[in-house]
């Protein structure tokens, strides 16, 4: 069957490595893919947001399944756009519809989601432009830091962690008043500030059944001992030592089972993956968000550690049978370290040729921002390259990382140095 990814990042290259050891897949296509992926699949030059262009592909390329990457076009709808086209409603969309979507759209959503079905979480308050008084006096009521969301997607920028209360105050007044983050941040979350360390948990649903894929951590920070701006992240680990399992056993219990019970409860057929980032705080889970998709870079160490095949776990999905699917995972640690363009998470330079790929033979190189031009791979984005290196231990895993780093080079290339420093 044809397969169709839709996605540019590190996230999507992993998916379509993966997928192209199945043996059941002719071709697999990626809209629009970076070079990583023009190497194992067809890219095709499509914005995943414009569906009547990824109509097309499906159409043309006898398309038999989608596997949506990043969250906007969930959010915007591309698996309702899908069911309400007679020509496409038969293929199955890996991605849930805009109802299930909202849960990582909305965070005033997903947090009544979460308190309705008795999920732990940071108690809150929601506020609007009429009653950002409200908002100030609600603020009064909680310890420093206080923590502040836009309710909409701003491209990972908006949570706010302020540890004064005149500058939570002044930021709110920001964000509700002179939309600081545009209209997503027309409705803010103002929540208690969570404890402990941070970790996520994937979970893939046919919308009944559940597997629990292996847990992951990433480092957000741009600066090493996670310090300066967040990034889309630098690095992650999989699996995350603390997440004992017995821990696990309670992440199932009182976060997993409610949230798929919820979903079903709420009548929302949910088809696709929950990354559930949770905060840890002396073994008891609190979810700290949902996202509809798959994390990146975490992605880069989750798949690589499954061993068998894939498309067996979507299918379960499409056809509503994943209770009937098993798949394994290997033992053995997976970090993965990101190249990224110096400058970023702020104005970095493109364009920049990158090398020595071909020498690095004992990791596996996720492309992200990447791009070919003639016979050279060249920079394309803030994120670039992600080096992910398996061992019996996190520190050999990262040890190979960074010996194959050595190999690789474009101008101003950036990476932290201490991944997974605090395990
Ligand atoms: P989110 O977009 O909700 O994941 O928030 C981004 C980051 O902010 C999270 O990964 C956490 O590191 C931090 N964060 C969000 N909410 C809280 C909270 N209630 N307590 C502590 N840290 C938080
Ligand atoms: N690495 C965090 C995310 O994908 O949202």
New binding site residues.
């Given amino acids: 069957m044809n397969i169709l990814i839709l996605g540019s990042g590190g996230r999507e290259h992993a998916f379509a490595l993966k997928l192209s050891e199945s043996t059941q897949i002719n071709q697999l296509f990626v809209a629009p893919g970076n070079a990583g992926t023009s190497k194992i699949a067809t890219n095709i030059a499509v914005n995943p947001t414009d569906f009547e262009a990824v109509k097309q592909i499906v159409l043309e390329n006898n398309i038999k399944m989608v596997i949506v990457g990043p969250e906007a076009p969930l959010v915007n709808g591309i698996h309702d756009f899908f069911l309400a086209d007679n020509q496409l409603k038969h293929i199955p969309v890996i991605g849930p519809k805009k109802d299930g979507a909202l849960l990582e759209g909305s ?1 005033d959503f997903s947090k009544q989601f979460m308190i309705k079905h008795g999920i732990p ?2 108690k ?1 308050q929601s506020f609007t432009t009429e009653n950002l008084e409200g908002g100030k006096k609600f603020l009064e009521t909680l310890q420093p ?1 206080f ?1 502040l ?1 836009a309710d909409g997607l701003a491209a ?1 920028k ?2 706010l ?1 302020l540890n004064s209360l005149e500058e939570a105050k002044a930021e709110l007044t920001e964000m509700l008043t002179h939309q600081k983050f545009g209209a997503a941040s027309s409705t803010v979350v103002i ?6 360390i ?1 970790l996520s948990v994937f979970v893939l649903t046919d919308g009944k059944n559940y597997k629990i894929l292996p847990s992951a951590k990433d480092y ?1 920070r741009i600066g090493e001992g996670d310090v300066g701006l ?1 990034t889309g992240g630098m690095g992650a680990i999989s699996p995350v030592p603390f997440a004992t399992e017995d821990f696990l056993q309670k992440v199932e219990e009182l976060v997993v089972k409610p949230t798929i019970n919820g979903l079903q409860k709420d009548g929302i057929d949910y088809r696709g993956f929950i990354f559930i ?1 949770l ?1 840890n705080d002396k073994g008891n889970p ?1 979810v ?2 949902y ?1 509809v998709r798959m994390g990146d870079p975490e992605t880069e160490v989750v798949l690589p550690r499954i061993k068998s095949d894939l498309l067996e776990l979507f299918l379960g999905v499409a056809n509503q049978n994943l209770e009937e699917k098993s798949f394994s995972v290997t033992d053995k640690f997976a970090t993965t370290v990101m190249l990224v363009s110096g400058g970023y998470p702020e104005n970095y330079e493109k364009n920049k040729e990158i090398t020595g790929l071909e020498n690095v033979t004992n990791s596996i190189v996720y492309h992200a921002g990447t791009r070919l031009e003639d016979v050279k791979t060249v920079t394309n984005g803030g994120r670039v390259l992600a080096v992910t290196s398996f061992g019996d231990t996190i520190d050999e895993a990262l040890e190979k990382s960074y010996k194959s780093i050595d190999k690789i080079h474009f101008d101003k290339m950036n990476y932290r140095k201490d991944i997974g420093f605090d395990l």
């Fill in positions: 965070k979480t940071a809150y830091p923590v969301k990972g908006g949570v962690i929540e208690e500030f969570l404890k402990g941070e957000k967040n980032g905060m609190s700290v968000e996202n």
